[in-house]
């Protein structure tokens, strides 16, 4: 190691523990964030959505309709409303997100072969909730229509035992591999703390990087380095680098060692994916710096970047369902490339070779990044503080 | 008495110069500018454009068909015409079918037993397995809703032939006995875009305007150190009550286009529901501009610098994003949770104005969160008048000790 890279190392961790705000933007706000997106999304789900009925029939078959309903894990029957009219205010006022409709006469009607309809309704301005309690209704209102046929046909004279593959002659079975339980926390939590570090990484670097031009002490930290710029970067970022991934383990050992997140794959190749994500992300940092050598612009593309990472990089849209000029801004985030080798290794569980392609961009980030360090070097020998 | 009135008419005046000044202030400043019109003008586009496509369509499956037979073959035709579903391709076996799975060629595999047919046709019960890959919980529902109604399809049509198969058609079992209809309130189409660009122009009001009052805070905060604890560029005579207040007044006038804009013009520019009338969800979103304006105003307190918003603010936006129940609803977080976001304008402001903008309720329909942006808009003036007085005092307050 040479003597450049020791003493900007020291001086390094001289400004890191002079100034409250990187222990505040290193270490407390990804902690923090990490376990509020862990505690918040703990259940998975977010089941017992708030929901109506609206029996308009009081038959004995409405009543074992609405009991069915409030025994699905889903639903809460919290109001029992009289007409769609009270229902739909109810939704409006936000007390409930979905409403069941049993018709009059229903129990007659269905019985009488008059054919009645049930009605359900769920309020899709809050996704998730809405779509669970659509799936919940929709459950129910399937189930109750295969009871009828079911009673009907045995009241027939089929023979009971052939009756339920006559109802169901074919049964789809579901499996959704590495999440049968569809737990939301599981998508949620590992991608979105990610994408915090990534913003937070970004933004710390450029912070630190163009805090000395805008005081003037970039050309102390450049002589420091003996004027090498990559050996001045070099040492400002280690130490960085370093509180990072002590940061980036914790987060791993609190989500696949504390809370045993599925790890269907490698937790070696995840560690080390996490590492090179945390080096690309500070690539990003050196590049915003060097386009723009000024502390407020070189942050604010890092702030436009990481925001808008959480977005384009398809934790929740998908990035083949984007117009394609949009998704492909989704190629140039380091947190894409980690949030596909997380897919691999920790929900489907498959071999390293089919995330080659994402390891080897990580790994390319700090080279690419790198082309315009000589204007930043230019940039920090005549400090210009533009506000 | 007269007295009172040349208090008042002083206080105002105070005020009025405030305001002046702030204008010019805010005006001058790019940094500023881009927070307070460029931020809200062009992340809501940018926003709908990624999540403008709306839906999950055609995900690629493949399919493993081990039957062959006419009716397995009708059950593919079936699965390809559902609008979620794009058959890949038939793979020989299982393995090959996982194999294009972890190459990310398809995201699900239908796979058909080899006695599909026969078990249809003896009148028993087949089972078709259905293996979806769980990388995106968006693709998975739009799947597994394809693959719901496929099997009601099959289901219906070969029950019937069989009922009337059996000479059952008699027993007047010829078709289902009741029928279920499904709406979806608020963002008919499902689409996601329609979902959450209504809360998310929300956010977007009020982060930037935090950002942009905490970098004007910030800034000052830097001139009064290099100015022995004075701000040659604020009106420091004036009082506290006056400056923030005069502020403030800047701050909502600057944003009351600015939410016209994202209320109005981004819904219509893009299709996205609006079917809440401006008449109760402009007075709605009234208060959540003060609370901003005076909770931005007091985190002053945190921001010792012109470019620290940056590692302040920003990273609230994801934070403030699932406290508003946006994503994950307010009613399964614990109380901690919901006393947090109970603290943060924008939770009251998303829930009122998506209930109003998308399913049409009123202002006194939405009067809780009306209600609770009132009381904020209280608590955070007077947060922010302190923190206005004591970082005047206390800036004062340094540079004489470190004169001394």
Request: glycine share 6%; hydrophobic share 50%.
């Amino acid at each position: 190691m040479s003597s450049g890279l020791r003493a900007t190392m020291r001086r390094e961790v001289g400004r890191l523990t002079s100034r409250k705000i990187y222990l505040f933007s290193m270490v407390l706000v990804p902690v923090m964030m990490s376990l509020f997106f862990v505690g918040l999304l703990g259940p998975g789900l977010p089941l017992k959505i708030p929901s109506a009925i609206v029996d308009l029939d009081h038959s004995p078959m409405s009543r074992s309709i609405t009991r069915s309903i409030n025994a699905t894990e889903l639903i809460d029957i919290t109001e029992k409303l009289n007409s769609y009219d009270e229902a739909l205010e109810a939704t409006r006022r936000g007390e409930i997100f979905g409403f069941f409709v049993i018709p009059a006469n229903f129990q007659s009607d269905a019985l009488g072969g008059r054919t009645p309809t049930l009605e359900y309704y769920t309020n899709l301005t809050f996704f998730v909730p809405g779509t669970l309690a659509y799936k919940g209704f929709k459950t129910v209102a399937v189930g109750t229509v295969g009871s009828v046929v079911r009673t009907s046909l045995v009241s027939a004279g089929i023979n009971p035992d052939a009756v339920s593959s006559l109802v169901q002659p074919v049964a789809i079975d579901a499996h959704p591999i590495g999440n049968p339980w569809v737990n939301y926390s599981y998508y949620l939590s590992p991608s979105f703390i990610a994408g915090l570090f990534a913003l937070m990484i970004m933004l710390v670097t450029a912070f630190s990087i163009t805090t000395e031009i805008k005081f003037g002490t970039s050309v102390g930290w450049l002589s420091t380095a003996g004027n090498r710029i990559v050996v001045a970067l070099a040492g400002k970022l280690l130490p960085q680098l370093i509180i990072w991934i002590v940061g980036a383990m914790f987060m791993l050992s609190l989500l696949y060692g504390y809370l045993h997140f599925p790890m269907n794959g490698s937790m070696f190749w995840l560690a080390v994916a996490t590492v090179l994500f945390v080096i690309a992300c500070q690539a990003m940092g050196v590049l915003f710096s060097s386009i723009v050598p000024n502390p407020r612009l070189a942050m604010t593309l890092a702030a436009l970047f990481g925001i808008l990472s959480f977005s384009f990089t398809g934790f929740s849209f998908p990035v083949t369902s984007m117009y394609g000029y949009i998704g492909v801004f989704s190629w140039f985030m380091p947190v894409r490339y980690y949030f596909l080798i997380y897919i691999n290794e920790a929900l489907d569980g498959v071999a390293l070779y089919y995330s080659r392609w994402y390891f080897t961009a990580l790994i390319l980030f700090p080279f690419v990044c790198s082309v315009l360090v000589g204007r930043l070097k230019k940039a920090c020998l005549k400090p210009v503080y533009v506000p | 008495m007269k007295k009172i009135f040349e208090d008042i008419n002083r206080w105002f005046y105070d005020m009025t110069r405030v305001f002046c000044n702030e204008w010019k202030l805010v005006v001058k400043d790019i940094g500023v500018m881009l927070f307070f019109v460029a931020l809200p003008l062009l992340y809501p586009i940018t926003y709908t454009l990624i999540y403008n496509p709306e839906v999950v369509e055609r995900v690629p499956v493949a399919v493993v068909d081990n039957c062959r037979s006419g009716e397995s073959r009708e059950f593919v035709r079936n699965a390809s015409a559902a609008p979620a579903i794009n058959i890949a391709g038939y793979a020989a076996d299982m393995a090959e079918a996982r194999r294009w799975m972890a190459e990310g060629k398809v995201f699900a595999i239908i796979h058909i037993p080899s006695d599909y047919s026969s078990k249809i046709a003896l009148g028993e019960q087949t089972n078709v397995e259905f293996y979806a890959e769980m990388s995106l919980l968006l693709r998975y529902r739009a799947l597994l809703a394809a693959i719901t109604d496929l099997q009601l399809k099959i289901t219906q049509d070969i029950t019937m032939n069989r009922v009337q198969a059996g000479g059952l058609a008699t027993s007047g079992v010829t078709s289902l006995p009741i029928e279920s209809h499904n709406s979806f309130l608020g963002d008919p189409e499902q689409g996601f875009a329609s979902f959450v660009m209504p809360g998310i122009v929300i956010l977007i009001i009020q982060q930037s305007m935090i950002l942009g009052i905490t970098l004007i805070g910030g800034t000052s905060r830097e001139r009064r150190r290099r100015n022995r604890g004075y701000d040659p560029l604020m009106i420091d005579d004036a009082p506290a009550s006056a400056t923030v207040w005069g502020k403030t007044l800047c701050y909502v006038l600057i944003y009351i286009p600015m939410t016209l804009y994202v209320t109005t013009c981004i819904p219509e520019m893009f299709n996205l529901p609006h079917y809440g009338s401006a008449t109760q969800y402009l007075p709605f979103i009234f208060p959540m501009l003060l609370a901003t304006a005076f909770l931005g105003q007091a985190l002053i307190y945190f921001v010792k610098e012109r470019e620290t918003p940056f590692l302040i603010i920003v990273f609230t936006s994801v934070l403030f994003l699932f406290l508003s129940g946006l994503t994950w609803p307010r009613y399964a977080m614990n109380s901690l949770w919901t006393w947090l976001g109970n603290l943060v304008p924008a939770t009251w402001g998303v829930e009122g104005f998506i209930r109003i903008n998308s399913n049409a309720a009123t202002l006194s329909e939405s009067a809780r969160p009306f209600i609770a942006m009132w009381i904020q808009t209280g608590v955070y003036f007077l947060l922010a008048w302190w923190v206005t007085a004591f970082l005047r005092v206390r800036a004062i307050r340094r540079a004489k000790q470190l004169d001394a």
